[in-house]
């Protein structure tokens, strides 16, 4: 039991190695913040979208950035998706499951805010059919993804890929990812 724990350890390190190895990683993180930055300058928001794990992820980011971070500053407009839940299942139940971000994203989104959808599979339909919406209103789209970035790739502005198949390693990639994003814009935006 000890080799399994150690090893899921080491691969966590691992694949998080293996992500900050490629450059361009770094560089899609930096643009997907500087997006961002943009938005909030511009009084705009930042949405977020996930299933499972990755809507837990969603309002992590969120409340880093609504909230505060690394220390005291004013608080930024960010706000997961799924946190609704009386809109989510009223939506999943009159419409589809498929409709719940997207319909959200029409309420509430508009030209230039930015659009963070979280998926290990990067097929989720519910958060495409999300970011597709986004991009219908002008707005900014980030996805987080797994290995090969499936239908989201094809879609966001900004596709950020986690070098792995395993949905914990992604999972825990994505959150790393998130709080870098949530650290670039508080020191950039509230700088000490």
Sequence with gaps: MTKKIISSITDSISTKQLFAEDKNNIILIKQAADLCIASFKNYGKVLLCGNGGSAADAQHIAAELSGRFNYDREPLYAEALHVNSSFVTAVANDYSYDDVFS?????????????????????????????????????????????????IAEIADICIKVPSKNTARIQETHILIGHVICEEVESTLFPR
């Design 103 to 151: 319909r959200m994203i029409k309420a509430a989104g508009k030209s230039g805010d930015v659009l963070i959808g979280i998926s290990t599979s990067g097929n989720s339909i519910n958060v495409v059919n999300a970011l597709t919406e986004a991009k219908k209103l002008g707005m900014f789209t980030v996805g987080l993804t797994g290995l090969s970035g499936g239908k």
